[in-house]
């Protein structure tokens, strides 16, 4: 699978760590940066790898900052995307039956390598369950900005 993937530079050297682990289990990586520990604006990444998502060069993406939170916040301003800030292996499988989640988020100063790889892996192996989700999904789509009342 072609998957992007993006970082500040509180997640730099897990995004590295993770890039490999991708990797080796064969899938295609895009990597948007950062790619240096320098400080930079985690919002500056998220556009990137939204853009990748909705663009279809990449299929689905992960971003990592210090928490996860200001990536989830920044990406999810972009249509068409569903960033999910998952912590936990439950959430990371909710977020695809549910929520056909495109963008998994992830904090590298709250989880450790270990845990965001075994997160990943639940992530990207869990397929949308569609049916009655889709009505769901379906509203926040045709209304991405919040401006209309229903
Ligand atoms: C950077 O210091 C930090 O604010 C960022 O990585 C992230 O945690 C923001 O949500």
Request: aromatic share 6%; net charge negative; with cysteine.
């Amino acid at each position: 699978m072609k998957i992007a993937i993006g970082s500040d530079h509180a997640a730099y050297k897990a995004k590295a760590e993770i890039k490999q682990f991708l990797e080796s289990l064969d899938h295609e990586i895009i990597d948007e940066g950062t790619y240096s520990e320098d400080s930079c604006d985690y919002p500056d990444y998220a556009a990137k790898v939204s853009r990748s998502v909705q663009n279809g060069v990449a299929e689905k993406a992960i971003l990592i900052c210090g928490t996860g939170l200001g990536m989830s916040i920044a990406a999810n301003r972009f249509e068409g995307i569903r960033a999910a800030l998952c912590y936990k292996k439950e959430l990371a499988i909710l977020s695809r039956l549910h929520n056909d989640a495109n963008i998994l988020c992830l904090g590298a100063r709250t989880q450790s390598v270990a845990s965001m790889k075994y997160i990943i892996s639940a992530w990207l192996e869990t397929e949308w369950e569609g049916h009655r989700h889709a009505a769901r999904l379906d509203k926040i789509e045709s209304n991405p900005r919040g401006q209309h009342a229903d």
